[in-house]
Nanobody, 128 residues
């Protein structure tokens, strides 16, 4: 079983920034499609950002495009989510995840169905 551990969550004021980290222990992240998801209270978990293993292309949900940046450091076997210009609606529990190949044709890496390994989540609160 792979293991993913998130960190970096916390309380931030609207307009502020946070950087989330996701460290992998038994997984080699560059061998997987990886992504960040979030879940607000009473809402379904949704895809925020991801990096395709196939071509390295990054994808973002419309709600975070231009504000969030996903990245991966292969040497550290860690992925990140830089979050800028945070809004109250960005609050929730953020999860990192990894999906092993092969991938279904037409699958979007923002779709949580297809991810095999999940971290425990880190809380992000955006409030003044």
């Amino acid at each position: 079983q792979g293991q993913l551990v998130e960190s970096g969550g916390g309380l931030v004021q609207p307009g502020g920034s946070l950087r989330l980290s996701c460290a992998a222990s038994t997984l080699t992240l560059r061998s997987y499609t990886v992504g960040w998801f979030r879940q607000a209270p009473g809402k379904e978990r949704e895809g925020v950002a991801c990096i395709s293993r196939v071509d390295g292309v990054t994808s973002y949900s419309d709600s975070v495009k231009g504000r969030f940046t996903i990245s991966r450091d292969n040497a550290k076997n860690t992925m990140y989510l830089q979050m800028n210009s945070l809004k109250p609606e960005d609050a929730g529990v953020y999860y990192c995840a990894a999906a092993r190949p092969p991938y279904r044709y037409g699958w979007s890496c923002l779709d949580l169905q297809g991810f095999d390994y999940w971290g425990q989540g880190t809380q992000v609160t955006v409030s003044s």
